[in-house]
């Protein structure tokens, strides 16, 4: 079945800092990625989608200057946490579909990220 | 009112039992239905769609009852390795997110 390969799996950094995320599809080409958020014994919440060659729709509330999403390539999607502070430690986890009719949605591993 | 409601457990089951999970949720646009399972920090694993005519999957059946806005799973036999979160999750007519509920933990014991 379809593989989208999700990095790191987790991640400890200073408050400040920035920290990307990556997510490729590894054979498929993923026309739309979406980025989701769970903190604990919460639900996933989208946080944004996005389209190759297009700017990402983000949902109410989320920030497009502090979570940066770039999907440059049809295997290739990143999402930028910048200037983590220990509010944005989550886990957070992409999902790819492939278009062209294609409704299956193929999720990465998760990154779970703690800002110290 | 969340998008998509579940209780949260945890239902606390003996190996064998069968146990129900509900989900309701508020969107009557909701055209498609499904459940997942997800292990702890791990990612969401599709379980079943759900079907209006209910459909089964064998120890796993889900129901659709579109009028009262509500699905159920229901798991027959508990296995120890069925101990996961079950999340409730609807896609929207016209778009192609995914809304997930808040999931309900399910613990089978020997």
């Known amino acids: 079945g379809a593989v989208v390969s999700q990095h790191p799996s987790w991640v400890i950094c200073k408050s400040g800092t920035s920290v990307k995320i990556e997510c490729r599809s590894l054979d498929f080409q993923a026309t739309t990625m979406f980025w989701y958020r769970q903190f604990p014994k919460q639900s996933l919440m989208l946080m944004a989608t996005s389209n190759e060659g297009s700017k990402a729709t983000y949902e109410q509330g989320v920030e497009k200057d502090k979570f940066l999403i770039n999907h440059a390539s049809l295997t290739l999607s990143t999402l930028t946490v910048t200037s983590a502070h220990p509010e944005d430690s989550s886990f957070y986890i992409c999902?790819?579909?492939?278009?062209?009719?294609?409704?299956?949605?193929?999720f990465g591993s998760g990154t779970q990220l703690s800002v110290l | 009112r969340k998008e998509v409601e579940q209780d949260p457990g945890p239902f606390n089951v003996p190996e064998g039992a069968t146990v129900a999970f509900n989900c309701t949720y508020s969107?009557?646009?909701?055209?498609?239905f499904f459940w997942y399972r997800q292990d702890c920090r791990k990612e969401p694993k599709l379980l079943m769609s759900?079907?209006?005519s209910g459909n089964e999957d064998g120890r796993f059946t889900a129901q659709l009852n579109r009028a009262s806005q509500y699905i159920s799973l229901l798991i027959r036999d508990s296995k120890l390795s069925d101990s996961a979160t079950y999340l409730c999750?609807?896609?929207?007519?016209?778009?192609?997110?995914?809304?997930f509920g808040t999931g309900t933990r399910l613990l089978v014991s020997p």
């Open positions: 969107n009557s646009a909701s055209q498609s």
């Open positions: 999750v609807v896609r929207y007519t016209g778009f192609q997110k995914l809304v």
């Open positions: 759900v079907y209006s």
């Open positions: 999902s790819a579909r492939a278009g062209g009719g294609d409704e299956k949605l193929f």
